[in-house]
Nanobody, 122 residues
Framework: QLQLVESGGGSVEDGGSLRLSCAAS????????LAWFRQAPGQEREGVAG???????VYADSLQGRFTISEDKAKNTLSLEMNNLKPDDTAKYYC????????????????WGQGTQVTVSA
């Protein structure tokens, strides 16, 4: 069974940067989708970005240009580079694995990480 473990969250000031990592074991090898979701207190979980086995990436419209999703297959790691962070980006960020890349993230998610907290102060 695929296990996902996030790291890299923390507290930064408005305009700061963070890099989240997700260690996947075993790393998927074909027909997969990996994604980042986030959930702020009192809000529904939302897609942030996704990448599929062909390297195609998708982003939430409001985040494109500030966030970059990437994977390092040699290190079995999915990453999310977040720049120019804003207080509205404060949320718990989750790594997920699914079957199909959709407009934002993955559909048919079958594995979730435990999440890592990102807090951005004004």
């Amino acid at each position: 069974q695929l296990q996902l473990v996030e790291s890299g969250g923390g507290s930064v000031e408005d305009g700061g940067s963070l890099r989240l990592s997700c260690a996947a074991s075993p790393y998927p090898t074909r027909n997969y989708c990996l994604a980042w979701f986030r959930q702020a207190p009192g809000q529904e979980r939302e897609g942030v970005a996704g990448i599929n086995a062909n390297g195609i990436t998708v982003y939430a419209d409001s985040l494109q240009g500030r966030f970059t999703i990437s994977e390092d297959k040699a290190k079995n790691t999915l990453s999310l580079e977040m720049n120019n962070l804003k207080p509205d980006d404060t949320a718990k960020y989750y790594c997920a694995a699914g079957k199909v890349l959709v407009e934002v993230g993955c559909a048919r998610v079958n594995s979730w990480g435990q999440g890592t907290q990102v807090t951005v102060s004004a």
